[in-house]
């Protein structure tokens, strides 16, 4: 094929490591042809404060990379098989399998622990409802606690005194070369692993042969025959990776045996059973297995976990009822929406502004082929790390950053967006000022005589650049653009020009700016506002209007308690 084939996947250390594993075999099948790794941002990327048990799990970690397919936008798209749903929407099937990696749960710790070594005493952590079931089985007593975030991010918190140990999947840290981490791989007959755990998946589009038949070509048949199984069983359960059923299945000398089972979530209703016969009849046996384990109890067990609505509002929230709109970009993948929605409030979007990856000049595509060249990498947002990191993606093909080189970050919100890509910030600074942040920064490392390189947005001034350059070489790359929406949802304008709402929220003097030039101006007097900082008041001020509420911190959180306290006051 002339054309570059484009292979999506999430923008996660780990997901990067397996589209390159699938990306090196199908370079190996079809060395005339092109191959590309495109980066797309899932829910379950964004959302990395809140159990995964509570958001829900169908297509969380998939439905973006699915839509990009249907967009064209890539021609396949990646995930490790446990994530995808055991039904696939519509005008997408299952392409292939790659041969199985390691199935196993892995115990996680510093100090060489077994699963026979822990006590009460210990802190578990783990983001699955599965492991917890059994992990109870083996002792009731068991201190478990949640735990998210990527592979890297999960040890740091450990290190930190977090947890004692972790579980997680064997393969995960096997395949990014973290097998020290790893205490021990734990026994399947002890701790069930999720069904199809450790295979990588190719996901295609039903109406494209030429791609499915490129894909075809690296399938592995047994663990395709396997997983098939496994994905049956789960489906017969119409359960997800986020209700504690597993199954574990062994193919030898043409028989074919499966270890399926369903309990609570205390693991003190616990039902298990095994099947076997001929691997021809694999599909067949572990429907017939899920069906036995159902009639033995296990439907009653998740009905029960299933009536634990975990999106049940409550009555009497502070914002229980008011109609807040957001001119935030979607994209950035803050916690605000939730944060709102969780206090009562009707959470409508109206994106103001709309984030899109600059043209890098020739000279800036050099500065990030030469990393190594600088001593510090600094970033001021989420969106300036997420768009530095597709640029290095598009233009090496991986996320890897030199070792020599520090990262610096401002904000909490900018750490955990750099640490799903693998890396933890060696400076995480807490001001907001353009000359406050250099000031925290240059003083707390008393830097002097470093090659500094800045990762910003076109509109951000030259205030951070010119306070760090008194004493060091510093260069900038404006790695992404703020722009104004492509189309803007009339119906919320509407709402707006009826005054049906309640606030209409800026987080930035872009957002309200946008706002004035793409809206009639005969509304802008009836608007009732809030702001997220002092920053976007002065604009907002500036052009001649007053908030109602200006938030004391300029964050999600902080803007969320400014607008519960003034509801609360008025």
């Not at 574990?248 to 298990?272: A, D, H, P, V």
């Not at 990393?371 to 600094?378: G, K």
Request: charged share 25%.
């Amino acid at each position: 094929m002339d054309q570059i084939i484009r292979i999506g996947t999430r923008g996660s250390q780990l997901a990067i490591y397996q589209a390159n594993v699938v990306k090196e075999e199908l370079e190996s099948k079809f060395p005339g042809s092109q191959f590309q790794i495109v980066v797309i941002k899932t829910k379950g990327d964004k959302i990395l404060d809140v159990p995964l048990s509570k958001i829900g799990d169908k297509g969380l970690f998939t439905k973006e990379l699915e839509i990009a397919m249907f967009d064209h936008e890539i021609d396949m798209a990646v995930h490790s098989l446990k994530d995808l749903p055991t039904r696939f929407p519509e005008g997408v099937v299952l392409g292939a399998v790659l041969k199985r990696g390691e199935v196993r749960d892995a115990l996680i710790s510093s100090n060489k622990r077994t699963i026979s070594s822990l006590t009460s005493k210990d802190i578990i952590a783990t983001s699955s409802l599965r492991r917890k079931a059994q992990l109870l089985r083996i002792n009731k007593d068991f201190n478990i606690v949640e735990i998210r975030g990527n592979v890297n991010t999960r040890i740091r918190k450990m290190e930190e005194g977090f947890c004692t140990v972790m579980v997680m999947a064997g393969a995960g840290l096997q395949r990014l070369g973290m097998d020290q981490y790893i205490s021990e791989l734990i026994d399947p007959d002890l701790v069930i692993p999720a069904c199809s755990q450790g295979a990588i998946a190719i996901e295609v589009r039903e109406d494209d042969p030429i791609i499915a038949n490129i894909v075809a070509a690296i399938n592995d048949e047994e663990t395709l025959v396997a997983t098939d199984a496994e994905r049956a069983f789960l489906r017969t359960l119409e359960g997800g990776c986020q209700i504690p059923v597993g199954s574990y299945s062994r193919i030898s000398g043409g028989k074919f045996e499966l270890n399926g089972f369903i309990s609570s979530i205390n693991g003190e209703e616990f039902i298990r059973e095994k099947i076997e016969g001929p691997i021809d009849q694999a599909v067949e046996l572990s429907v017939q297995l899920a069906e036995s384990l159902l009639r033995k109890g296990g439907r009653d067990i998740l009905r029960e976990i299933r009536l634990e609505d975990p999106f049940a509002k409550k009555e009497g929230l502070p914002l229980n009822g008011k109609v807040i709109i957001s001119t935030r970009a979607p994209e950035t993948g803050d916690t605000l929406p939730d944060l709102l929605t969780a206090q009562g409030a009707v959470l409508l979007s109206l994106p103001m502004i709309e984030i899109r990856s600059a043209a890098l000049s020739q000279a800036d595509q050099e500065k990030i082929l030469n990393l190594d060249r600088y001593d510090w990498l600094f970033f001021t947002s989420r969106n300036g790390v997420a768009q530095f990191f597709k640029q290095l993606i598009d233009l090496t093909g991986s996320s890897e950053l030199p070792a020599n080189l520090e990262v610096a970050v401002v904000g909490t919100k900018t750490a955990s967006e750099l640490e799903y890509y693998g890396y933890s910030p060696a400076f995480t600074g807490k001001k907001h000022g353009s000359a406050e942040m250099a000031s925290e920064f240059l003083s707390t490392q008393q830097l002097a005589s470093q090659n500094i390189l800045l990762a910003l947005g076109d509109l951000a001034d030259e205030t951070l650049m010119k306070n760090m350059e008194s004493t060091n070489r510093v260069e900038r790359i404006n790695v992404y653009e703020t722009c104004l929406p492509r189309q803007v949802d009339p119906m919320v304008i509407r709402r707006i020009s009826d005054g049906d709402y309640d606030l209409i929220l800026f987080t930035s003097p872009s957002t309200f700016n946008h706002f004035v030039s793409l809206v009639d101006f005969s509304l802008l007097g009836q608007l009732k506002i809030g702001s997220i900082g002092l920053t976007t008041t002065n604009a907002i001020q500036e052009a001649g209007y007053e908030p109602m509420l200006t938030a004391k911190m300029s964050n999600a959180e902080g803007l969320t308690e400014a607008i519960v306290n003034y509801y609360q006051q008025s």
